[in-house]
């Protein structure tokens, strides 16, 4: 105690004696101190970067941290189980910064896409329930706020912040899914080995029901623009903008959105404006989606606040990624849902979606759903088609003269015999790719009952983020064509039965409805363009 009196006395003669600049110095020198250990700790906990794993959300416990990229995927354990691996990092311009998105590719194995999962660096603070309170004032359409922090503190919260922060509590949502009961919901509660994850896949599906929104832009007019085709095999390109035009997951206020819209139709751009006999065919067709996006970036905020990357367009061309390419940021950050998911071709399953391909000849579904049970179909194999790439004439040329009366593959039907009659009499169905990976009869097969047989290099398959696809399909290497016959009669018949039945269950997904149903396709694209919104962070977003 005397020491501590005498350090007193002595500090306060010093501070008497002293002249006014030592005496500032004195008082300045600690807070510089604090200041740069301040700064030293934020650096190293700072929340600006969203590092994840490929898909948005754990099998699991949270996986420790990893280094920032590591490339390859990595085969799911036989036990089940997923290992989690860091795909990309996102590094957005926000405020005056432009900075390019950093992807890492990975080389998929055969053709499946990996489970998700989510890898959330160390640094992301847990929203606490302090900030669940108040994220629940987040109705009003201000383009800020005053929220009390604690008593006596005042801070301003942009959109973009309480969007980001409520984004947050999904992902923790989602990644905590397991640890819940199963939810009750009156419609259909995903279960089984058809998902990679059922409860996290339905608790991602309830937290989109329940937050997502879209802005979609209204500029440009038809037929290049908010149209497109819905009866063929490009189908999928107008049900999709029509539906989403009017559903309850648009937003007009693009302060609230999630996501942005680019409503063109690479269907109608190329019905349109392609000229064949044209030196460039290409130009005029880039040109107009470049010229889109360049008139939306100029009148609104949201193209240059993030390079495009919380932007999607939607395309079941086949030309569809080479439109793509119009622009840099399109191509490389923003979110193509394509049904040509080609990965020799930049499709990148990190960010990019795949869809289903699925040929609507009346615009309906009515009659192409459904068929006999297992029991019922006498035929092992079935194919009929054209010679369209590199794979179907190895197909055909193994198998189209068969002697087996169990194998019918064939370029042309015999006469009097019916296309959608003979899938529905078949155990399997061979779905090869054409000149593109996508193809409608992976979906006509499931529509039917039939169980897929997938005969492509470089493809992953729709909503295999969500689907594992080896449960209720075959996949065969196009190596393999040869033992087609032995690779299906291997295959025991209780576990046909199996996949055949998983077959039936899962079609709801793909199925499109004129009035869209929870689970559908509809909602299974603007699920996996979620999936891909949630590993998105801001580069400049501030925690709360």
Known sequence: MREMEGCRKSVCSWWKTASSSTRLLGFMLPLMVVSVMVVLMGYNSSNWFFDSGFYPWAWGSVYPPRAPFSQGFVPPPADGGIDAFQWRQTVVGGGGEREEALVVDYNLHRSAAPPLSIQVSAAEPPVTKKNDDLMNATNKSSDSRVLPLSPGINRRFSNLQILEAKMQQSRTAIRDARKESVIHDPDYVPSGPIYWNPSAFHRSYLEMEKNFKVFVYEEGEHPIFHNGPCGSIYSMEGN?????????????????????????????????????????????????????VEL???????????????????????WGPELSKSLPELFNNSIRALCNANTTEGFKPSKDVSIPEINLPGGRTNGLIGGPSPSRRPVLVFFAGGLHGPIRPALLEHW?????????????????????????????????????????????????????????????????????????????????????????LGISTRQYIRMQRRGVTVRRHFEVNLTPKRYDVFHMILHSIWLRRLNVRLHGVEDL
């Open 240 to 292: 999709f903008i029509y539906k989403l035009e009017i559903s309850k997951f648009r937003t007009r206020d693009p302060e609230k959105a999630h996501v942005f819209f680019l409503p063109f139709s690479v269907t109608s751009i190329v019905h349109f404006i392609f000229d064949k006999n044209s030196r460039d065919h290409w130009l005029p067709m880039k040109q107009t989606v470049s010229d889109y």
């Open 296 to 318: 939306v970036a100029a009148k609104y905020p949201y193209w240059n606040r993030s390079l495009g990357s919380d932007h999607f367009m939607l395309s079941c061309h086949d």
């Open 400 to 488: 189209e003269n068969s002697k087996d009366k169990d194998v019918q593959i064939h370029q042309y039907l015999p006469k009097n015999v019916s296309y959608s009659a003979l899938m529905r009499k078949s155990k399997y169905c061979v779905c090869p790719s054409g000149y593109e990976v996508a193809s409608p009869r992976m979906v006509e097969a499931l529509y039917t009952g039939c169980v897929p047989v997938l005969v492509k290099d470089h493809y992953v398959p729709p909503f295999s983020d969500v689907l594992n696809w080896k449960s209720f399909a075959v996949e065969i290497p196009v190596g393999d064509i040869p033992n087609l016959r032995n690779i299906l």
